[in-house]
């Protein structure tokens, strides 16, 4: 249990499912079935990128998603910004699996505010932009909002890939809709959004919207 500047942090040992991270009372993960969330998160928009080299993390600090983008061979660089530390931290101990590409040459840990670092980036200096957030509440709160998708337009290159997680299709509708009017508002060409199963999540059905800066999603 641990109370950091910005949420509550709660490990779990389970009996059937491996280890459970609760951040303010909702399930971030588990050990049995991360790996669909962070794998559908991250390698659509990674084969879908026509030269995906230069990739940024906000949020994501369970370092999951980190670890499936640094399977990809071509990928130069992956910096990930997470406002809490404590969640990595507390991820190197109890979720190590999920952390076995930190050390990676090409991975950078920042901890930080992701809307600031976003604001702060060099137009068209990024290929990839995954939002890996928690729900749309306290810290998380501004990344499903329209200035935030305009940020992240202006700092992707030509033909770079916007992937955010956009809870469930089965119970946050209205939320989904916001999310990609967002994107179609910021000026993304094509917005994609895709459902795949969550066991752990509320309705056990998830979902990640994707959105390109010129040219088609394939």
Not at 70 to 97: G, K, M, N, W, Y
Not at 186 to 193: I, L, Y
Request: contains cysteine; hydrophobic residues 40%; glycine residues 8%.
């Amino acid at each position: 249990h641990e109370v950091t500047d910005y949420q509550t942090i709660d490990i779990y040992q389970t009996t059937h499912w491996g280890n459970l991270m609760v951040i303010d009372g909702f399930v971030m993960l588990t050990t049995r079935d991360n790996f669909l969330y962070h794998e559908m998160l991250t390698h659509p928009a990674l084969f879908s990128h026509a030269d995906p080299k230069r990739v940024l993390i906000i949020g994501g600090g369970d370092c999951g998603t980190l670890r499936e983008v640094l399977a990809h061979r071509d990928v130069q660089s992956c910096v990930q910004v997470e406002i809490d530390e404590q969640v990595t931290c507390l991820a190197e101990r109890f979720f190590p699996e999920l952390c076995e590409r930190n050390q990676d040459a090409r991975a950078a840990l920042l901890f930080d505010d992701g809307l600031a670092h976003i604001q702060n980036m060099d137009e068209g200096s990024v290929d990839v932009i995954i939002v890996d957030s928690t729900d749309p509440i306290g810290p998380a709160e501004g990344l499903f909002g329209p200035q935030f998708v305009k940020d992240c337009y202006r700092a992707l290159d030509a033909g770079g890939i916007l992937v955010q997680q956009s809870e469930s299709p089965l119970l946050h509708r209205t939320l989904i809709q916001g999310v990609r009017d967002n994107m179609q508002a910021a000026g993304f060409t094509e917005v994609k959004t895709l459902g795949f199963p969550q066991p752990c999540y509320p309705s056990g059905w998830w979902s990640a919207t994707m959105a390109i800066k010129g040219g088609t999603l394939e």
